[in-house]
């Protein structure tokens, strides 16, 4: 049996971190949604008993390390399966972008496999185990919007933002999370505002979702990495709405409501990035 399953990217309007945890992890509180830029991961069985990964991505690992690898065994060794699977992955979406990539295919890996094997296991179910793997995976099993607490596994579903253009541009670098994560300074980090975040989204309230977007990573890579402050100058000069880096960067996003701001921001990106996506919100 063979099947196809999209594992989309996800974006985050707000994200707060609340303290370091004994574990080494943050307490986090982030607002998320998935947008239309996806990997297609296609599944299927084969005759002997493991797991293979294929991708045309030279910065997509083929062995353990991949996230759908982890995925993938994680099932086979909780449910004692004996079947193999070979797993390719039409990379789509930017990698070490802050997009949640990875932890999209391992999602996607979980929901397929769950059909593939007849599991019969609930989203719920499915996305603790998807915590397993990495913070972002819950999130990204439930897809939607969503609130996200804990280290980010804890998920309450949102309604969808009010309809506009997100786009994105990714400049040439990869950012690791850990170490966003490990220059994070509590006593001088900004905190959005995560229950007008809230509001804003159940009044389908566009301007106040545009005013309530933010990130307390936001500033620690942009120290790092001063080209990510350079795409934010410039989506906001071409006239995007609101402006905000995703996850822990580097990708920057820029939301715009009318068709013809969208090309404008869109055209003026590509001027000096290589990687730009103008895609819609997914929805509920
Ligand atoms: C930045 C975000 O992508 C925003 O959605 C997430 O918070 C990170 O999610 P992720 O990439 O799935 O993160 P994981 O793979 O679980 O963790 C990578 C590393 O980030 C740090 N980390 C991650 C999540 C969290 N709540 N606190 C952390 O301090 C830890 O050092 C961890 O070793
Ligand atoms: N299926 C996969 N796709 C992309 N990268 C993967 C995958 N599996 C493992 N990786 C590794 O994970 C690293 C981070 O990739 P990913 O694209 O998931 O980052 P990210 O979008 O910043 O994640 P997040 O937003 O969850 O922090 C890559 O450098 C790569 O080595």
């Not at 989309?8 to 707060?16: C, H, Q, R, V």
């Not at 972008?97 to 999209?104: D, E, T, Y």
């Amino acid at each position: 049996m063979r099947l196809l399953v999209k594992a989309p990217a996800k974006i985050n309007l707000s994200l707060d971190v609340l303290g370091k945890r004994a574990d080494g992890y943050h307490e986090v509180e982030m607002i998320m949604t998935t947008i239309d830029l996806a990997d297609r991961i296609e599944l299927i069985e084969t005759n002997n008993s493991e797991i293979e990964i294929y991708s045309h991505s030279r910065f997509v690992p083929d062995d353990q390390r991949n996230l759908a690898y982890q995925a993938a065994k994680l099932m086979k060794d909780r449910f004692s399966i004996n079947r193999g699977v070979s797993i390719s992955i039409d990379k789509i979406i930017p990698v070490a972008a802050g997009l949640a990539g990875g932890s999209s295919d391992a999602a996607a890996t979980l929901r397929g496999l769950n059909t593939l094997w007849d599991l019969k296991l609930s989203t719920e179910e499915l996305a603790e185990l998807g915590s397993e793997i990495g913070s972002d995976v819950a999130f990204c099993v439930h897809g939607g919007t969503g609130l996200a607490q804990g280290r980010g596994e804890k998920i309450t579903k949102l309604p969808a933002p009010p309809s506009c253009w997100v786009v994105l541009a990714k400049p040439s670098i990869g950012v690791s999370t850990a170490d966003i994560y490990h220059n994070v300074n509590m006593d001088t980090i900004e905190h959005p505002n995560t229950s007008a975040m809230i509001d804003a989204l159940q009044n389908k309230d566009y301007i106040n979702v545009c005013r309530n977007l933010g990130n307390a990573l936001e500033k620690v890579t942009l120290n790092l990495y001063p080209e990510v402050q350079h795409i934010k100058d410039q989506m906001e000069k071409f006239g995007a709405d609101a402006v905000l880096m995703s996850g822990s960067g580097p990708t920057v996003f820029g939301l715009v409501q009318h068709d013809s701001r969208m090309q404008r921001v869109y055209n003026g990106l590509r001027g000096f990035c290589n990687q730009v996506y103008a895609v819609r919100m997914l929805g509920e």
